[in-house]
Nanobody, 115 residues
Framework: QVQLVESGGGQVQPGGSLRLSCAAS????????MGWYRQAPGNQRESVAR???????NYADSVKGRFTISRDNAKNTVYLQMNNLKPEDTAVYYC?????????WGQGTQVTVSS
């Protein structure tokens, strides 16, 4: 059974930082492109950052220079370091694991940026 379990969300003031983690089980982690997506109320789910099997990152323009995605294949975990957070970053953040023919999601973790 595939499980993606996110952690690290919470409430932070503008300019603050959070680090999200996503622990995967039930998949051969090193073979999957891993990603973080987010969905704010009333909005569609959008891609935030992805990291390839080879470790190459890709970011949405809105988070470039502020967020960093990384992966630890030994721990089956993907991370999202979020710095200089803004109120518009408020959303539920979802972990995603993708490979041709397969696509898995975590349950999501809430990130709220507010003073």
């Amino acid at each position: 059974q595939v499980q993606l379990v996110e952690s690290g969300g919470g409430q932070v003031q503008p300019g603050g930082s959070l680090r999200l983690s996503c622990a995967a089980s039930g998949i051969i982690f090193s073979r999957y492109t891993m990603g973080w997506y987010r969905q704010a109320p009333g909005n569609q789910r959008e891609s935030v950052a992805r990291i390839s099997v080879g470790g190459n990152p890709n970011y949405a323009d809105s988070v470039k220079g502020r967020f960093t995605i990384s992966r630890d294949n030994a721990k089956n975990t993907v991370y999202l370091q979020m710095n200089n957070l803004k109120p518009e970053d408020t959303a539920v953040y979802y972990c995603n694991a993708a490979v041709v023919g397969y696509n898995y999601w975590g349950q999501g973790t809430q990130v709220t940026v507010s003073s």
